[in-house]
């Protein structure tokens, strides 16, 4: 039994303008209040846990999200030109375990998540369920992108650390 935490946790995006404003699931998220939306690195808080496909610990309940989860919302092809912007603040960088996309671009495809879907796995992951939940009731396909992982994600939501994450991410790659 692992039971939904209550208290919302921060969810911050730093947005690198390079995304069509009207299919931005991270611009969505912020008119909803959502979301904070930074548009330069140096007002990122400091300390908070940075959603990064690259990092080589992956997210796990052992990490401590209080201060909040940042998300990089950039095209995909400039990820690997963006994310070392970042590097220079100190952030928890962690990868996201095996997951398919829901979303009408990317669907199925394992890994390749959008903002919206990052923060709500990274959410249900640490225990912030109905945050989760909350934040997808806002894309008509979000219910789909939970219905698609939920195995993976509750298995997830029970691992004791990253180094477990993986174990259970083998099952399902
Ligand atoms: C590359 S942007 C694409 C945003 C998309 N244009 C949108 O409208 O949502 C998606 C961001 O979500 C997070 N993300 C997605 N998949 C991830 C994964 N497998 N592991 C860690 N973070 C991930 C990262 O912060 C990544 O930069």
Redesign the pocket.
Known sequence: MNPTKSRDIPLYIYHAGQ?DPK????RKMARFELARLYDKISKLPRSAIL???MAEKALSPADDPKKGII??????EE?ERVFPELEKLNLEHR??PYMLAGNPVNFGRP??????E?FAAALYILGYKEQAEKVMSKFNWGHSFLELNREPLEEYATAKNSTEIVEIQSHYI
């Open positions: 995304c299919k931005c699931t991270g959603l990064d496909p998300v990089l919302d950039c095209s995909w990820v990868a996201l890994f390749k998540l959008n903002s919206a990052a």
